[in-house]
């Protein structure tokens, strides 16, 4: 990533009720030396098991006054809130940003697809994961990425460590406000 340029890290916090907190860390790269410098906190709430997560994720980002910096989008996973599958695409054309959806242990796409046509939209939302392309491993992660090339996400990837610590950082302030504190990561 050039000096300047900005990531927003999104993570779901632990599933409580119908609505989930979604927690997005803004994250600017300084210089080689200096690495990254959190700039900022966005929030917003997704429907749990539901369909808003892309609506949800690019109004609080467009809303944001952060919005015309934002290079890369990186989510963890393609569902936010339990089901909600991200519609990748639109979070992409929507922000004009490439989005990475990244995990640490290889996605269990056949898992994915039962569980989700077991669910109402369950057809739509399996499309979403299809459309967000092949997993690909690099860094000691998996990813899918919408935007950008493999290769260059895991470029991305690789200048954030492998699991991007702004990733990290967002799953563990939205367990503290959900939970009272943070666990795991």
């Known amino acids: 990533m050039k000096p300047g340029a900005r990531i927003i890290a999104i993570d779901d916090s632990p599933l409580a009720g119908k609505k989930t907190l979604c927690t997005g860390v803004v994250a600017r790269a300084a210089s080689r030396a200096e690495g990254l410098g959190v700039e900022g906190i966005v ?10 997560s892309a609506e949800k994720l690019v109004k609080a980002v467009a809303k944001s006054r952060f919005a015309k910096q934002i290079r890369a989008v990186i989510v963890h996973s ?14 992409a054309e929507e922000l004009g940003a490439p989005v990475i959806c990244v995990t640490k242990k290889r996605p269990g796409e056949r898992d994915l697809q039962e569980a989700l046509l077991k669910k109402a939209g369950g057809a739509r939302k399996t499309r979403l ?9 690099a860094e000691g992660v998996f990813f899918h990425c919408i935007g950008i090339r493999a290769h260059d996400a895991a470029l991305v990837l690789r200048k954030l460590g492998g699991y991007p610590w702004p990733l990290r ?8 406000v959900v939970l009272g504190e943070s666990k795991g990561g």
Not at 129 to 137: Q, R, S, T
């Open 43 to 52: 929030s917003f709430h997704a429907e749990r098991d539901g369909s808003d």
């Open 78 to 91: 393609v569902t936010l809130a339990g089901l909600n599958v991200l519609d990748a695409r639109k979070v």
């Open 129 to 137: 994961v299809e459309a967000a392309g092949p997993v690909h491993h």
């Open 169 to 176: 950082l967002a799953h563990l302030i939205g367990a503290a």
